[in-house]
């Protein structure tokens, strides 16, 4: 339990993290009205439709009406936020590493978590390849 506790913890603080880094870019304004609309048809069926909206419309094409096209887009942005994700994890696995080494329950936390994250990349660009993308 606490391994899921540790691993929980550092995906937050990473995304908190590249939230703060990457601010906020808001084209939504600049959009096509007809394609805000299909953009926010389409993120109706996801779980988080305020985050799909406000994530995609910074990368769908202004022109696009294509659900083939905003599939591609949202892999594309979830594999490149994966990756920063991943290498944050790298980072924090490395200084777990070098402050806690008595610690190992610490430590293989966020190797599992790592470990974790690197398979959900690999899933993501198998997946990509698969589209041909």
């Given at each position: 339990?606490?391994?899921?506790?540790?691993?929980?913890?550092?995906?937050?603080?990473?995304?908190?993290?590249?939230k703060?880094?990457m601010?906020?870019?808001?084209?939504?304004?600049?959009?096509?009205?007809?394609?805000?609309?299909?953009?926010?048809?389409?993120?109706?069926?996801t779980?988080?439709?305020?985050l799909?909206?406000?994530?995609?419309?910074?990368?769908?094409?202004?022109?696009?009406?294509?659900?083939?096209?905003?599939?591609?887009?949202?892999?594309?942005v979830?594999?490149?936020?994966?990756?920063?994700?991943?290498y944050?994890?790298?980072?924090?696995?490395?200084?777990?590493?070098?402050?806690?080494?008595s610690?190992?329950?610490?430590?293989?936390?966020?190797?599992?978590?790592?470990?974790?994250?690197?398979?959900?990349?690999?899933?993501?660009?198998?997946?990509?390849?698969s589209?041909?993308?």
């Open positions: 339990m606490e391994k899921i506790v540790h691993c929980i913890l550092i995906l937050v603080l990473s995304i908190f993290s590249m703060g880094a601010g906020s870019i808001n084209t939504n304004r600049l959009m096509n009205p007809r394609t805000m609309t299909f953009v926010e048809t389409q993120c109706r069926r779980r988080y439709q305020e799909c909206v406000r994530t995609l419309s910074n990368y769908v094409n202004a022109t696009s009406q294509d659900p083939q096209e905003i599939a591609q887009v949202a892999l594309k979830s594999l490149a936020k994966a990756i920063n994700t991943k944050y994890i790298m980072k924090v696995c490395k200084e777990f590493n070098q402050i806690n080494k610690n190992k329950n610490n430590n293989q936390a966020a190797k599992d978590c790592l470990d974790q994250i690197s398979d959900g990349v690999l899933n993501l660009q198998i997946l990509l390849k589209f041909n993308i």
